[in-house]
């Protein structure tokens, strides 16, 4: 940052830039934009920051994040308790959410399994899994894992760990997106894609 800019606006800049996707000069340019609409951004977003800090909390059934404990999807009667959708964290709850197509319920992980990382399976919401699986009510827990090293070894432990309750484990499928081009897929997709193939 510049010499002239106060210790504030550094501050600002470097909380920004901790931002996932927020590089340091999209972090200045954020900081810039925030200070230049005071009125309209800085004070708005400081007031949002100030409540969401106070009020969201993560739900104590799944695991997402909500000013209501259980959260809203939790407390929805009209779910589907048998079905239980498995992410990595709770953006993983919000793009099945926006999609609108799956109407049961959610666990979040909270993480991966990574040797590299030293993320075992204690550093996640595994227990709290089996736990709900084993009250009986799941018929079958959805796997909505990422298709990385990481995402395939988490789901292939949390199979393993479930397979003793008699719950159908399923992932979701991989391949070829609707509207997708082929010229346009990585390798891996298009070979993920063969694999998953089914009849036309």
């Keep these: 940052m510049a010499a002239s800019a106060g210790p504030e606006i550094e ?4 909380l920004l830039g901790k931002l996932p996707g927020l590089g340091p000069r999209s972090a200045r340019r954020a900081a810039l934009a925030l ?6 951004l800085l004070q708005p977003l400081a007031q949002a920051l100030s409540e969401a800090a106070a009020k969201v909390r993560a739900c104590q059934v799944c695991g997402a994040l909500d000013t209501s404990d259980p959260c809203q999807v939790c407390s929805d009667p009209g779910r589907d308790n048998a079905l239980i959708c498995v992410v990595e964290e709770v953006g993983g709850l919000w793009a099945m959410e ?8 959610y666990h979040v992980l909270g993480g991966l ?8 399976p204690d550093a996640l919401r595994v227990t709290e899994l089996v736990r709900r699986v084993g009250e009986g009510q799941a018929r079958e827990v959805i796997l909505a894992l990422p298709a990385t090293v ?6 292939h432990y949390l199979a ?9 484990v399923t992932m979701l499928a991989r391949g070829v997106p609707v509207g997708g081009e082929l010229d346009w897929l990585d390798d891996g997709t298009i070979a993920q894609a063969l694999r998953a193939r089914r009849p036309a």
Excluded at 11 to 14: G, M, S, Y
Excluded at 35 to 40: I, N, T, V
């Design 98 to 105: 926006r999609g609108g197509a799956f109407r049961g319920r």
């Design 113 to 120: 399994l990574s040797a590299l990382d030293g993320v075992g």
């Design 35 to 40: 200070l230049k609409r005071r009125d309209q």
């Design 150 to 155: 990481d995402g395939q070894t988490t789901a």
């Design 160 to 168: 393993e760990r479930l397979e003793p309750s008699g719950v159908q």
């Design 11 to 14: 501050r600002l800049i470097a």
